[in-house]
């Protein structure tokens, strides 16, 4: 059974850093692409970012692009997310997302971790 | 950027009712790669169809979705008490992989 559980999130200032992990069980990691997805308080789902397993593909959305960097530890089956200058607009639940297995497009996500919460705020 | 606009915004049926949610891209999709999510209050979201029309695993057959090009439909022939939750339309052909704004399945 695939298990993704998210941790790291919590209170940030605006301009600060967080680093958010994706610790991933139940598939084969390494030759899994591996999608960040955010949700702002009451509102919709947004596309954060994608890592492909062997980390030469890597795409972010244009809201984040130069703030933060996903990355991987294929020997840890371990996503991440740091965020630096970090905005009150970032403030959300973080979920990291599977790629479903047999599809060729990263962005198609089948399983989902519980996500955490990153608040920004003075 | 493809934008996806759902709509109705909202949707208030009875249990045992037929839904019919619909979801338009802005330029077409390319082998229709458009996938519907559910997201249930507190819970996270799960995937229900793909490719326009592919039930995920596990998902039960009153849930189908149907479409191509620019407009998309997910109907659920008789709904059932769980089925009220929030639904997302979702493309996948390229990055930024967008959302629709959601529709909100609610008991009437």
């Known amino acids: 059974e695939v298990h993704l559980v998210e941790s790291g999130g919590g209170l940030a200032q605006p301009g600060g850093s967080l680093r958010l992990s994706c610790a991933a069980s139940?598939?084969?990691?390494?030759?899994?692409?591996m999608n960040w997805v955010r949700q702002a308080p009451g509102k919709g789902l947004e596309w954060v970012s994608v890592?492909?397993?062997?980390?030469?593909?890597?795409k972010y959305a244009d809201s984040v692009r130069g703030r933060f960097s996903i990355s991987r530890d294929n020997s840890k089956n371990t996503l991440y997310l740091q965020m630096n200058s970090l905005r009150a607009e970032d403030s959300a639940v973080y979920y990291c997302?599977?790629?479903?297995?047999?599809?060729?497009?990263?962005?198609?996500?089948?399983?989902w971790g519980q996500g955490v919460l990153v608040t920004v705020s003075s | 950027e493809i934008v996806l606009t759902q709509s109705p915004v909202t949707l208030s049926l009875s249990p045992g009712e037929r839904a019919t949610l619909s979801c338009r891209a802005s330029?077409?999709?390319?082998?229709?790669?458009l996938a519907w999510h559910q997201q249930k209050p507190g819970q996270t979201p799960r995937l229900l169809i793909y490719?326009?029309?592919i039930r995920a695993t596990g998902i039960p057959d009153r849930f189908s979705g149907s479409g191509s090009g620019t407009d998309f439909t997910l109907t659920i022939s008789r709904l059932e008490p769980e089925d009220f939750a929030v639904y997302y339309c979702?493309?996948?052909?390229?990055?930024?992989?967008?959302f629709g704004q959601g529709t909100k399945l609610e008991i009437k």
């Open positions: 979702q493309q996948y052909v390229s990055s930024p992989y967008t």
């Open positions: 139940g598939f084969i990691f390494s030759g899994c692409a």
């Open positions: 890592i492909s397993g062997n980390t030469f593909d890597i």
């Open positions: 490719g326009s029309s």
């Open positions: 997302a599977k790629k479903r297995d047999g599809s060729d497009s990263m962005g198609l996500f089948d399983s």
């Open positions: 330029q077409g999709l390319s082998r229709n790669y």
